[in-house]
């Protein structure tokens, strides 16, 4: 469920008790997407969906729905290879676990050329770590991720076939690396109160070189996304909770480029390149929250 393509998808990483927006705002197509392709699969714990026609909640990413990613915190050592004689995935993991320390550790692998004529030759590498702590009052969880994918984009024959031709450039490849990195603080104030400090950091690079028959285009973005959360949480009494807290995030692509080189016949070399277009865009949003719930406890 890549979402790619502006399809109105939320997407979240739940870090302690933050929740982090994994959703691009603008690619190169001019579109958002949410990106799962940075977790590793052995990592996850759970996956909560949150639907509906229209989800205020989640802003305009979310026509359709919510989903959120929650990582695990520990899990017993893991080595698992998937593979045949097209392609291979290899995952690996440990952790340790403590009553006052977590610590999670995983990497993946995966190599194939897929199943059409022309190979990809496709590497992908990823990265997962979170260590938690408990100290005294707080309950502080840091994460960092890592992603990197270079492949050639496959053409349109399957193997085995005859008789068909690929209208593909074979020129055709992408590349993307991705990091981030999430900390998280529970600070239980008291026995009724909780302070919930946040904060994360994202980096990402994307060149992708494609053709939809006009033609070779060069796509290429490079961006800075950051945001930052503090919650306040009191329970009044068992039947009103006040919730009080401030939201910032910003998203910073730069370099969103789109090159277009017209010669579709000569494969031998990559340009030269004529600019379409090129930009530098920054997303921005601040939030101030506060309401009073009613949870009717014990009722």
Do not use: C
């Not at 070189?209 to 930052?228: C, M, P, W, Y």
Request: aromatic share 12%; proline share 4%; glycine share 10%.
């Amino acid at each position: 469920m890549a979402g790619d393509h502006g399809e109105p998808i939320a997407q979240y990483l739940q870090v302690g008790s933050y929740l982090v927006p994994n959703n691009l705002t603008a690619n190169a197509h001019g579109n958002g997407y949410s990106d799962p392709n940075i977790f590793i699969p052995e990592t996850i714990e759970s996956v909560h969906v949150d639907a509906g026609a229209f989800n205020v909640r989640e802003g305009n990413h979310a026509v359709d729905l919510a989903s959120t990613y929650t990582l695990r915190d520990r899990a017993d050592p893991f080595l698992t290879v998937t593979g045949d004689y097209h392609d291979i995935d290899l995952m690996t993991g440990w952790s340790s676990a403590g009553r006052t320390k977590r610590f999670l550790i995983a990497a993946e692998a995966a190599f194939g050329n897929g199943l059409l004529d022309f190979p990809e030759h496709r590497r992908q590498y990823k990265f997962t770590t979170l260590r938690q702590l408990r100290l005294g009052k707080h309950t502080l969880t840091l994460t960092a991720l890592g992603y990197y994918g270079n492949s050639r984009i496959p053409g349109l024959v399957p193997l085995g076939v005859p008789d068909l031709h690929d209208t593909i450039d074979p020129r055709q490849r992408d590349e993307t690396y991705s990091g981030e990195f999430v900390a998280n603080d529970n600070w239980q104030i008291g026995s009724n109160r909780v302070l919930q400090l946040s904060g994360f950091f994202r980096s990402y690079e994307l060149s992708l070189l494609s053709n939809f028959g006009d033609g070779l285009i060069r796509q290429k973005e490079s961006r800075t996304v950051a945001g930052a959360n503090a919650s306040y949480i009191k329970d009044i009494n068992k039947y009103l909770t006040l919730f009080a807290g401030f939201d910032f995030n910003r998203d910073a692509p730069r370099g969103v480029e789109l090159d277009h080189y017209e010669n579709v016949t000569d494969f031998s070399f990559y340009g030269p390149f004529t600019a379409v277009t090129s930009n530098n865009l920054t997303f921005g949003s601040s939030t101030p929250t506060s309401l009073w719930v009613g949870l009717f406890r014990g009722i």
